[in-house]
């Protein structure tokens, strides 16, 4: 996989130097000169990871790692910087910035830090793509096992099954007939009855977590509240 990093650096030489260097390593590289663009380029060119000089023209690399931030809370921001105060690093950090580097930096340490974080960033997102996250519960899909505190709960394929269709439809209203046809084929009687039945079940395993809970809208279906 290729990755693409937006570099925000108004020192032309280092700019060069450095977007040269990621490239023979495989990045995707584009260059921001000035603060002034790098928000509409973080929207245009829709990078993996962001590396931020602190002092741009325009607008400061601390403003602009707050507005991706904005834009998504999980984007590896890494900020560069020849300021040496603590306040400073600590002013990066409070930004959104997940990493600080001063100038002068090694670029061989530069490129180990975008890997790093560009790899916890992978591992969050495969997490989370294996994981339901019901308030303060977790449901692990491939375990089919929801956790909470120190209890966990082995659900049944159609208790799974039936939490990860009201999850996908959270604080909708969900139609009876649908969801049975949905997940049974038909709406028989029989099945019917099935529903009630593991409908309850869910509300036992979630009744320890006050944000969650599964409505029922009389003659229509329910309404799966998540906070």
């Known amino acids: 996989?290729?990755?693409?990093?937006?570099?925000?650096?108004?020192?032309?030489?280092?700019?060069?130097?450095?977007?040269?260097?990621?490239?023979?390593?495989?990045?995707?590289?584009?260059?921001?000169?000035?603060?002034?663009h790098v928000l509409e380029a973080y929207?245009?060119?829709?990078?993996?990871?962001?590396?931020?000089?602190?002092?741009?023209?325009?607008t400061d690399g601390f403003a602009l790692a707050e507005g991706i931030r904005k834009m998504d809370k999980k984007m590896?921001?890494?900020?560069?910087?020849?300021k040496t105060q603590t306040e400073?690093?600590?002013?990066?950090?409070?930004?959104?910035?997940?990493?600080?580097?001063?100038?002068?930096?090694?670029?061989?340490?530069?490129?180990v830090r975008l890997k790093n974080l560009l790899a916890a960033h992978d591992d969050a997102?495969?997490?989370?793509?294996?994981?339901?996250?019901?308030?303060?519960?977790r449901y692990n899909i491939?375990?089919?096992?929801?956790?909470?505190?120190?209890?966990?709960?082995?659900?049944?394929?159609?208790?799974a099954e039936l939490l990860k269709y009201l999850h996908s439809h959270r604080n909708l209203v969900i139609d009876r007939r649908e969801l049975l046809n949905t997940l049974w084929g038909n709406d028989s009687f029989f099945n019917s009855r099935n529903l009630d039945v593991y409908i309850t079940k869910l509300r036992g395993y979630l009744k320890d977590d006050a944000t969650i809970e599964i409505l029922t809208i009389k003659g229509i279906g329910y309404r799966f509240v998540s906070g």
């Open 76 to 82: 590896p921001i890494l900020m560069l910087t020849a």
């Open 125 to 137: 997102a495969t997490l989370q793509a294996d994981t339901l996250l019901l308030g303060k519960l």
């Open 88 to 111: 400073d690093v600590l002013k990066g950090f409070g930004s959104g910035a997940n990493d600080y580097m001063r100038k002068p930096f090694s670029l061989e340490e530069l490129i």
């Open 43 to 58: 929207r245009q060119f829709e990078p993996h990871i962001c590396v931020l000089d602190v002092m741009l023209p325009h």
């Open 1 to 36: 996989m290729m990755y693409k990093v937006l570099y925000a650096e108004d020192e032309e030489f280092l700019g060069k130097i450095v977007k040269e260097s990621l490239e023979t390593r495989g990045f995707l590289v584009r260059m921001e000169g000035s603060g002034e």
């Open 142 to 159: 491939p375990r089919q096992v929801l956790s909470g505190g120190d209890q966990e709960k082995k659900l049944s394929f159609r208790e």
